[in-house]
């Protein structure tokens, strides 16, 4: 889910025909929303899985981090970009955000983590 939609749909969908800026942000801001609760909900479930059945630590500190990583997009990265979406919706001239870098950057760190936490189950 967050290679589909964080390295396909959100650079694609301003490049389709007549999307501009503000539909762009609109659309994002939805997609975003239903992708960071569906990641809530599968980290809680991560966490009920651990605390039931303890992985190896292969597995174990991965987990952590992908989740370490959703917890910073959600309460430090996220209102930010909501903010400056927010001021564009209402037609203000915000500037540019380096804030989806910071985004972008933990998007990376989550797959990553994911893919070592999965080889760490594999190996168990």
């Known amino acids: 889910m967050v290679l589909a939609i964080?390295?396909?749909?959100?650079?694609?969908?301003?490049?389709?025909?007549?999307?501009?800026?503000?539909?762009?942000?609109g659309i994002g801001r939805l997609v975003f929303r239903a992708l960071n609760i569906v990641e809530?909900?599968?980290a809680v479930a991560l966490v009920v899985t651990v605390l039931v059945s303890?992985?190896?630590v292969s597995a174990l500190v991965p987990v952590a981090v992908a989740i370490a990583a959703l917890l910073v997009q959600l309460a430090g990265?996220?209102?930010r970009l909501s903010r400056r979406s927010d001021e564009v919706l209402a037609g203000k001239d915000?500037?540019?955000s380096r804030g989806h870098y910071v985004y972008i950057a933990l998007e990376v760190v989550k797959v990553a983590a994911l893919i070592a936490g999965g080889v760490g189950l594999l190996g168990a």
């Not at 964080?6 to 942000?25: C, H, M, N, W, Y």
């Open 6 to 25: 964080s390295f396909l749909e959100a650079p694609l969908k301003f490049r389709a025909p007549d999307v501009t800026l503000r539909i762009g942000l």
């Open 40 to 42: 809530t909900v599968l």
């Open 54 to 56: 303890v992985p190896p």
């Open 77 to 79: 990265v996220r209102p």
């Open 94 to 96: 915000a500037p540019r």
